[in-house]
């Protein structure tokens, strides 16, 4: 059985590390959407922290891989796990483009323990995903610095107020082997 913030964590993480490697709306720019995605696929890991509310200063690590959907349409498949003191939960999602919009799950879902994709939309360094879980509403922005840094907040809404309360910090996990010809 997994502690209360091992289940908030686990949840969190999977969904700023899906969101972070992507979701988008209007997707009338697929193109551009798709190539978001293709440009944060692969293997991502770093330290997140609850920031706000009951488990404020709950500090987790993740690491995960992303792979854009294959075929036309834009999206992403994220698996991997993140990791709580010496908790560590599998984390997975799936996001795609469905019309002008993106559906998609994280983990097993808003009807699982995890939370629904419901809308969103990609900018030229950053995704904004809607996300839902019962009567619960909120957003996840993922902001690639550079090609080596990606920044994850989740926040919810509480009356008419969007409040942060999860901040995860990325990088990208790039082999560092040297490659030269032979003459």
Known sequence: ????????????????????????????????????????????????????????????????????????????????????????QPMSALITQKGNSYTGKFLDGADGKGLDVVSGNVAKDKVVVGINRKKLNGAMIARLQNDTTMNITISVKVENTMVPVIGVSLNRQVDDIAVGSIK
Do not use: H
Request: with cysteine.
């Open 1 to 88: 059985m997994f502690s209360r913030p091992s289940l908030i964590a686990r949840g969190a993480a999977a969904f700023a590390l899906a969101a972070t490697v992507g979701v988008a709306t209007p997707a009338l720019s697929g193109g551009k959407d798709k190539a978001f995605f293709e440009k944060v696929s692969g293997q991502w890991t770093g330290p997140g922290e609850i920031v706000a509310g009951k488990y404020k200063g709950t500090k987790f690590t993740c690491d995960l891989a992303g792979e854009a959907v294959a075929g036309n349409d834009a999206g992403i498949k994220l698996d991997g796990f993140c990791r709580v003191g010496v908790f560590k």
